[in-house]
Nanobody, 122 residues
Framework: QVQLVESGGGLVQAGGSLRLSCAANTNTFTNYAMGWFRQAPGKEREFVSVIGWGGGSIYYGDSVKGRFTISRDDAKNTLYLQMNSLSPEDTAVYYC???????????????WGQGTQVTVSS
């Protein structure tokens, strides 16, 4: 069983930055591709980014390309998401998740964190 705990969310003005973290309580962290998803009120869960084993493969959703950067520190069992140039459209609950597959589809993820709220004011 893998437990994931996100942190780093909060309220930020448009144009600002936030860095999310996701700590995993497992020594099998390196066995998983790690992803970020987000869900805004009234909308479906949206793929944000995924990073593969050892960080060798990285993909982003179209809406965050060029603004967000995913990374992982396997020594610390931690996943990160650096978010720059934030806009009100980025307001959502952000979730990290672990998968055996390098995938943008939420159904492929086995473990999920509880989410952290990001609110961007205009």
């Amino acid at each position: 069983q893998v437990q994931l705990v996100e942190s780093g969310g909060g309220l930020v003005q448009a144009g600002g930055s936030l860095r999310l973290s996701c700590a995993a309580n497992t020594n099998t962290f390196t066995n998983y591709a790690m992803g970020w998803f987000r869900q805004a009120p009234g909308k479906e869960r949206e793929f944000v980014s995924v990073i593969g084993w050892g960080g060798g493969s990285i993909y982003y959703g179209d809406s965050v390309k060029g603004r967000f950067t995913i990374s992982r520190d396997d020594a610390k069992n931690t996943l990160y998401l650096q978010m720059n140039s934030l806009s009100p459209e980025d307001t959502a609950v952000y979730y990290c998740a672990a998968s055996r597959a390098l995938s943008p589809l939420s159904v492929h993820y086995d473990y999920w964190g509880q989410g952290t709220q990001v609110t961007v004011s205009s």
